[in-house]
């Protein structure tokens, strides 16, 4: 089991033991530091076993060109084999004969070596490539959740916040007087024109 893994393991784990929220049985409260210390050593862990499943499948090329070596000892080996028979007058027409025959065994048998080394190496990079799109698409799914808990936990706390400010202003409203008409203010002999006598 590789350490992205077992991160994984750990966060579910954690999630499984985080204490539901009051009644609520599918909101849970979470401890913030210990899931953020979780995802960042995910974070860094992730690198690393994508460069594990980078080197398996640059062995590709080393099983290639070992395949190719072969090939290339076998052909050679035809080869030598073939100027020996030529270089003796007497079986010349068997020479090219066999040599003919050595070199397409040789041929096939290179290509088939070649076609394996590929397989094998295709196969590799399959299951490195779906390995690492599942650790990503379970740590994106855990993500997901996470953020939707807390936007839940968010849109409650809003709710309730919204609530008790609307309390407090009412409760303000009634604590104030109500308000009197101001009276009419008597008009002076200044105001109507007239001098007082």
Known sequence: MSRIEQLIGEIEEFIDGCKLQPFSSTKIIVDKAQLEELLVELRHRTPDEIKKYQKILNNKDAIINDAKAQAEAIITAANIQTNEMVNQHEIVQRAYTKANEIVNEAT??????????????????????????????????????????????????????????????????????????????????????????
């Open 108 to 197: 096939q048998k290179a290509e088939e070596i070649m076609n394996k080394a590929v397989d094998d190496a295709n196969a590799l990079r399959s299951g490195a490539v779906e390995y690492t799109d599942d650790m990503l698409s379970n740590t994106q799914n855990i993500i997901s959740n996470g953020m939707e808990g807390i936007r839940e936990r968010y849109e409650s706390m809003m709710e309730l916040l919204q609530a008790s400010y609307e309390v407090l202003v009412q409760n303000r409203r009634e604590l104030e007087p109500p308000k009197e008409a101001e009276p009419e203010q008597a008009q002076t002999p200044a105001d109507s024109g007239q001098e007082e006598l």
